[in-house]
């Protein structure tokens, strides 16, 4: 049974994995056998330091400065990452921005950025690194969805766009992809304790509180809950799993909520 979530020795290339969700889901990978290859496009000391905190913990890391909206730059750093690491088996789109302003008052310009980070990167990246994939007839692709992938919320809705298109780009690339042997998918975070969200995980803030009493599980989720999604998204134990998003947000998307008069 342990054969079917083994990925020791595989190549996961992790994109936007200086920090955050990314470096979560490149320690659990990392800790689970897999070589690291480390992404970021802002600097290469943000990438150095993602690298050898992953190496204190024993991870096999490296890293790699590239811009994931240039096909040009994409292109040749998974030329360079499969010439000097080896071949990319685990491939995790996660890179992403959003921008929180209200529709009316959104600039175009700032909805292109946030579609063409949240979306259109994923499309180049995972063409270029699935070519590989077709080849060797194995390979598993995980897109970072949302739960804004199938709700709204008010100032989000260049993110809410991305991430729903995501999902249905996901569905795509298995129903193209899946004959090779190469599955498809999504996780979508809920809310999750990180340092971003710190400043408002607090007794009384109006936005904990809405989070806890909105999430069945009564909980901000922790980082390393994506670790188990992401293995086995990564892993033969998901051979047969291909085009479906796997929601790990403790339950939010199971239900409407309750009234603020029910226990």
Not at 204 to 225: C, E, L, M, Q, V
Request: aromatic letters at 6%; glycine letters at 10%; a neutral charge.
């Amino acid at each position: 049974m342990t054969n079917l979530f083994d990925i020791n020795g595989k190549v996961a290339l992790i994109t936007g994995s200086t920090h955050g969700l990314g470096m979560a889901m490149a320690k659990g990978l990392g800790q689970a056998g897999a070589t690291i290859v480390v992404n970021g496009n802002s600097s290469q000391q943000k990438i150095d330091d993602a690298v050898n905190e992953l190496k204190s913990e024993g991870i096999n890391a490296v890293g790699y400065k590239f811009n994931v909206t240039e096909e040009k730059e994409v292109a040749e750093a998974v030329q360079k990452i499969e010439k000097e690491v080896g071949p990319i088996a685990i491939l995790i789109n996660n890179a992403g921005i959003i921008k929180r302003i209200p529709l009316l008052e959104m600039e175009v310009a700032d909805f292109r950025e946030v579609i063409d980070i949240d979306l259109v990167s994923p499309f180049i990246v995972s063409k270029h690194v699935a070519k590989g994939m077709i080849e060797r007839r194995q390979g598993k692709i995980i897109n970072i969805c949302s739960m804004m992938s199938e709700l709204g919320r008010n100032t989000v809705s260049a993110y809410a766009a991305a991430k729903g298109g995501l999902k249905m780009l996901t569905k795509n690339m298995a129903t193209e992809w899946a004959k090779y042997n190469v599955q498809i998918n999504g996780i979508g975070p809920g809310y999750f304790a990180t340092e971003q969200t710190k400043p408002i995980r607090v007794d009384g803030h109006p936005f904990n509180d809405f989070i806890i009493s909105r999430t069945p599980a009564a909980k901000w989720g922790d980082p390393s809950d994506l670790a188990g999604a992401a293995i086995f998204l990564s892993s033969k134990a998901s051979d047969f799993v291909n085009g479906h998003i796997l929601y790990v947000d403790g339950g939010i998307l199971a239900t409407i909520g309750k009234p603020s008069n029910e226990e």
